[in-house]
């Protein structure tokens, strides 16, 4: 059984402390910042969104991007569902989910309601986990999330309440690199889709476990991985994905 959404507020509350103590964590995400921001398309009209804030460290990079979660915190924009977006027809031009696309028990339920608010030629972006050889021992054994590369993804057009938490880190893998749903995403193009080594994230021990190396050896793990990048199969830890809707 799924633990209760509270759980989600929970994890934020634990993840804000982690990252004031942590300043490794905070140059290893501005770097994951830096991609999502090449695919920002300026010249969409409407406003930038981010669902699943969590501590809404984004804003960091995009000060402009609204900050929503599933429950109030003084650093966010608005409370929101992710089913059931509060914006007007074709008003977003930019929906970004950071480790939230796992998240997401439905997520044909969910790209229905993206593909409504987006604007024309808007654009949804999902930074995710990437299971590989390499990174399924860390984020299966390390992470208290399911990896569940074996369980069957939700793909109903509905996700009625009440809506408990889930997650299933290797969703994304799942569906975006591996297609083992033919034909999947309907209705969307696919027009950046990217999976890279990031061993200076999987060994800093992310939110919950201390850092495998110091702070110090950071650019030096980038260029390892920029290099491990070119096999993403065998050493990919991290996605980042870009979608557009067919006209």
Known sequence: ???????????????????????LLQKIYAGFYDRIVTLIDERVPGRIVEIGSGIGNLKSRLP????????????LDLVCDGYELPFCDGTVSHLVLFDVF????APNAFLKEARRVLAPSGRL???EPFISVCSFPVYGLLHHEAVAMGKTINLTQTLPRPRA?????????RLFFRKETPGWPANWNIFHNEAFSAFHYLLSGGFSKPAMYPAG???????????LSRWPRVF????LVGMCSKE
């Open 1 to 23: 059984m799924n633990p209760p959404l509270e759980q989600h507020q929970a994890e934020i509350q634990q993840n804000l402390r982690s990252w004031k103590a942590k300043p």
């Open 102 to 105: 796992h998240h997401l028990e």
């Open 64 to 75: 402009r991007a609204l900050a929503t979660d599933l429950f109030p915190n003084p650093w």
């Open 236 to 239: 990919g830890g991290r996605c």
């Open 217 to 227: 050896w950071i650019d030096a793990f980038r260029n390892l991985d920029a290099s």
């Open 165 to 173: 938490y889930y997650a299933a880190q290797g969703n994304a893998t």
């Open 125 to 127: 972006i999902v930074f």
